[in-house]
């Protein structure tokens, strides 16, 4: 081989990376995350906020994050965004969205991205509006930075947005400035600007929390129809089990910075298999069901994650950590592995026969009238000693 040739396959090889760098033509789920860790130095020592975290999610989907405050589920879902302030941040790992990883991407690159392709609603609505402008022109911007149109067009789009995410004479508010809206309504208009650009990823981090219920269900109409009509891959991130039962397709548990228990959303549901899980079932309110299950808070407070506690970091609040031989739950991180019901189902946990566990002595205290249903219709979900 010639030195010309060698050096046009050397440049062939560098225009392929660099188109699979750039995204089209990709196969595979459209975001990728694996073994992301996030860790932020501080004074008092590192708080490592997520540790080794894999997940994909295909376009079309929804993945629900769920786990209690401080567990690692904004700063996961911010890492897919970039929006880290990567001096102040030690991120390893790697995310893919759309083919491109996005680990290392410089800031004007990712910019492009963010806000198009990829948006994120999030949690707290004040941060994400600015207070010198008022609300259609951040919409505006939002679309004018993803879409050549005039400013009219753009307004008008701004206009539209915000009649679909219920704000009344939307015409009459679209120049109402941030502090001239309801907390509610500025979470609207926030979701109003994640979507201004049909995203083919959606993040939406607690979207819901600050409204009521009525226009809640509005919402996540709103985020089903952008589903339908552009494919788009959805992550919602909540403490409401029913939002995650109704949206998600996928359920991602999350303790003290770590994915605990990762399967399919009716399969988790019903099956769970961590016990930190069976907590987080245990303290749902169910206002609708006539049920005689008791509300059962998780004891304890939530690990540091500055000096998080050994082996398993659900063990010192753990019910049922008594169950595994030895001292293992104390000593021993337990991988995330396949569950007892399939590939699917992912649990991390020592123990051995979660699911007798589940159904002798955890849903016979949480939903004794599920056991009950389940004994009259012969489902497998009957406690052994009423088969
Ligand atoms: N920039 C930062 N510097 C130091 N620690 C941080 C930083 N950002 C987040 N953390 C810490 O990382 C941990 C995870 O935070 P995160 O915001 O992801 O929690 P969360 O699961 O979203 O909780 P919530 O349900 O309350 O929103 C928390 O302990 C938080 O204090
Ligand atoms: S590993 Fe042990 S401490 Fe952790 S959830 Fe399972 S039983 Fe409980
Ligand atoms: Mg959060």
New binding site residues.
């Given amino acids: 081989m010639t030195e010309a040739s060698n050096f046009l396959t050397e440049q062939n090889a560098r225009e392929a990376d660099q188109r699979r760098a750039d995204g089209p033509g990709f196969e595979g789920p459209y975001l990728v995350v694996e073994n992301l860790h996030v860790s932020?130095p501080?004074a008092d020592g590192t708080?490592q906020?997520?540790t080794d975290m894999s997940y994909s999610l295909e376009q079309g989907k929804t993945l629900g994050i769920v786990?209690?405050?401080?567990?690692?589920?904004?700063?996961?879902s911010m890492a897919i965004m970039g929006l880290?302030?990567m001096k102040?941040?030690h991120m390893t790992g790697s995310i893919r969205v759309g083919g491109r990883e996005i680990v290392g991407l410089s800031n004007n690159k990712m910019q492009s991205l963010r806000g198009g392709e990829v948006a994120m609603i999030f949690?707290d609505p004040l941060s994400s509006l600015h207070p010198f402008y008022s609300i259609g022109s951040q919409i505006s911007e939002a679309y004018l930075a993803h879409n050549k149109v005039s400013r009219s067009k753009a307004k008008a789009k701004a206009v539209e947005m915000l009649d679909r995410v219920g704000i009344p004479q939307a015409r009459s508010r679209v120049d109402d400035y941030p502090h001239q809206f309801s907390g509610g309504m500025r979470q609207r208009a926030m979701i109003a600007m994640a979507l201004v650009n049909d995203p083919k990823l959606l993040i939406a981090?607690?979207p819901t929390t600050a409204l009521d219920v009525t226009v809640q269900a509005q919402i996540l109409d709103l985020l089903q129809e952008l589903q339908r009509d552009f494919n788009s891959a959805i992550i919602i991130?909540t403490?409401d089990l029913g939002v995650v039962a109704e949206m998600a397709d996928q359920v991602l548990v999350?303790y003290g910075?770590r994915a605990v228990e990762h399967g399919p959303t009716k399969e988790l549901l019903t099956h769970p298999e961590m016990p930190y899980t069976w907590g987080l079932l245990s303290s749902v309110p169910d206002v609708t069901a006539d049920t005689s299950g008791r509300l059962i808070p998780i004891p304890g407070n939530p690990p540091s994650?500055l000096n998080p506690p050994s082996g398993c970091s659900f063990h010192p609040r753990c019910p049922h950590r008594d169950k595994v031989p030895g001292d293992l739950c104390r000593t021993e991180l337990p991988l995330l592995v396949e569950g007892t019901r399939g590939p699917e189902h992912l649990k991390r946990c020592h123990l051995a026969n979660p699911d007798m566990i589940y159904e002798t002595e955890v849903l016979p205290e949480i939903a004794p009238d599920l056991v009950d249903l389940t004994v009259a219709d012969g489902a497998d979900h009957v406690a052994p000693e009423n088969r």
């Fill in positions: 932020f501080t708080v906020a997520v786990g209690e405050s401080g567990s690692g589920k904004s700063v996961s880290h302030d102040r941040t949690q981090d607690e991130i403490h999350m910075g994650l």
